[in-house]
């Protein structure tokens, strides 16, 4: 028999290298399916929110997408989990259920099956790479990532980008996933003198890489630029690292505008004086479970191919982003911001 209730999974890492994220991604979807339920629900049900842990490998991130829908019966899924786990998840669901896939992503995500609302690596490294040859000169780059799928397309984009815009890349460094020793690549850094260093690393990885730069006196010589670091890795960096480092994004906690001071409102109204610090990848799961809502409502289903056809086509009224009234629904592009940290905070440079 049909659940009166209609549920929605949310596969996150509570564990791992992203496992850092996951009280923001709590919160967040849980403030979102509260606003959809107090106008009435989705579809004419009230949402009951399933949370799995998608925990810290590729095999963990499947199991968890099927107990979602093989025990507890779940209609869709919105997650926030890496990229490769991401193809793996797929392959568990084989489109039964729409998957909502909320952080910012590599790109061209070929499976019908995944609805991905994310900013792309390309615009964010663009808007970066021009701030930094155009205000800060540098010509010369060091490129570090970790061995999976998001890392590699985006290290292939920002060699094509700084080709393009006349810098060069004097070195590159791999990484296995969840590395923390990162004194050989710093050395070949030291070495090789770049005038920046772009890294995508998550997680925990990014806090690792981050102190250990810093602290082999790195920071004030050299600089970095990301575009997964945020307010909670930013604190985890601790202060005293930060110097010099560059992040790009469609989200900061800190930006003023129409819809963030009413999404932030509502946050502390829902979780308090001192709720899990708000970042662009917990707020993704805020506007992914917003995207399914309206995506729902245009197609009256859950189907997937029905969904489809909705996307960029329909309003999604709920965003963080813009001062827009509305967006479009499963819309990629979104505007960028470039942030300069100063200690745990960040100083907004374009807007």
């Given at each position: 028999?049909?659940?009166?209730?209609?549920?929605?999974?949310?596969?996150?890492?509570?564990?791992?290298?992203?496992?850092?994220?996951?009280p923001?991604?709590?919160?967040?979807?849980?403030?979102?399916?509260?606003?959809?339920?107090?106008?009435?629900?989705?579809?004419?049900?009230?949402?009951?929110?399933v949370?799995?842990?998608?925990?810290?490998?590729?095999?963990?991130?499947?199991?968890?997408?099927?107990?979602?829908?093989?025990?507890?019966?779940?209609?869709?899924?919105?997650?926030?989990?890496?990229?490769?786990?991401?193809?793996?998840?797929?392959?568990?669901?084989?489109?039964?259920?729409?998957?909502?896939?909320?952080?910012?992503?590599?790109?061209?995500?070929?499976?019908?099956?995944?609805?991905?609302?994310?900013?792309?690596?390309?615009?964010?490294?663009?808007?970066?790479?021009?701030?930094?040859?155009?205000?800060?000169r540098?010509?010369?780059?060091?490129?570090?990532?970790?061995?999976y799928?998001?890392?590699?397309?985006?290290?292939?984009?920002?060699?094509?980008?700084?080709?393009?815009r006349?810098?060069?890349?004097?070195?590159?460094?791999?990484?296995?996933?969840?590395?923390?020793?990162y004194?050989?690549?710093?050395?070949?850094i030291?070495?090789?003198?770049?005038?920046a260093?772009?890294?995508?690393?998550?997680?925990?990885?990014?806090?690792?890489?981050?102190?250990k730069?810093?602290?082999?006196?790195?920071?004030?010589?050299?600089?970095?630029?990301?575009?997964?670091?945020?307010?909670?890795?930013?604190?985890?960096?601790?202060?005293e690292?930060?110097?010099?480092?560059?992040?790009?994004?469609?989200?900061?906690?800190?930006?003023?505008?129409?819809?963030?001071?009413?999404?932030?409102?509502?946050?502390?109204?829902?979780?308090?004086?001192?709720?899990?610090?708000?970042?662009?990848?917990?707020?993704?799961?805020y506007?992914?479970?917003?995207?399914?809502?309206?995506?729902?409502?245009?197609?009256?289903?859950?189907?997937?191919?029905?969904?489809?056809?909705?996307?960029?086509?329909?309003?999604?009224?709920?965003?963080?982003?813009?001062?827009?009234?509305?967006?479009?629904?499963?819309?990629?592009?979104?505007?960028?911001h470039?942030?300069?940290?100063?200690?745990?905070?960040?100083?907004?440079?374009?807007?």
């Open positions: 028999m049909r659940s009166t209730s209609l549920k929605i999974g949310m596969l996150i890492s509570r564990y791992g290298p992203l496992g850092i994220w996951a923001s991604c709590d919160a967040s979807a849980l403030m979102a399916v509260a606003e959809l339920n107090a106008s009435g629900g989705l579809l004419g049900r009230q949402i009951d929110i949370v799995a842990d998608a925990g810290p490998t590729h095999a963990s991130a499947a199991e968890g997408a099927s107990t979602l829908m093989d025990l507890e019966g779940v209609e869709a899924i919105v997650t926030m989990i890496d990229s490769s786990a991401r193809r793996f998840v797929l392959e568990q669901t084989r489109s039964r259920v729409p998957v909502i896939y909320t952080p910012q992503f590599e790109g061209s995500e070929p499976d019908p099956g995944v609805v991905a609302i994310g900013e792309t690596s390309a615009t964010l490294i663009a808007h970066g790479l021009n701030w930094l040859m155009d205000q800060k540098a010509a010369r780059y060091f490129l570090v990532g970790s061995d799928l998001w890392p590699r397309r985006s290290i292939a984009m920002a060699r094509s980008l700084i080709a393009n006349g810098g060069s890349v004097i070195g590159e460094a791999i990484v296995p996933f969840g590395y923390d020793a004194d050989r690549v710093i050395e070949q030291r070495t090789l003198r770049p005038d260093v772009m890294f995508w690393l998550a997680g925990q990885e990014s806090v690792m890489f981050n102190r730069f810093s602290q082999l006196g790195l920071s004030s010589k050299i600089l970095r630029f990301c575009t997964a670091v945020e307010e909670t890795i930013l604190c985890a960096i601790g202060p690292n930060t110097e010099n480092l560059f992040v790009a994004s469609s989200y900061f906690s800190g930006l003023r505008s129409r819809n963030n001071d009413a999404f932030l409102e509502r946050y502390h109204q829902s979780f308090g004086s001192s709720p899990p610090p708000i970042n662009s990848f917990g707020q993704s799961l506007e992914g479970v917003h995207c399914l809502g309206s995506l729902a409502r245009a197609a009256e289903g859950l189907h997937l191919v029905q969904l489809r056809r909705y996307i960029g086509r329909t309003p999604q009224t709920k965003t963080a982003r813009g001062n827009e009234k509305q967006i479009a629904a499963a819309t990629t592009v979104h505007p960028i470039l942030a300069v940290a100063e200690g745990c905070d960040f100083r907004i440079l374009t807007v």
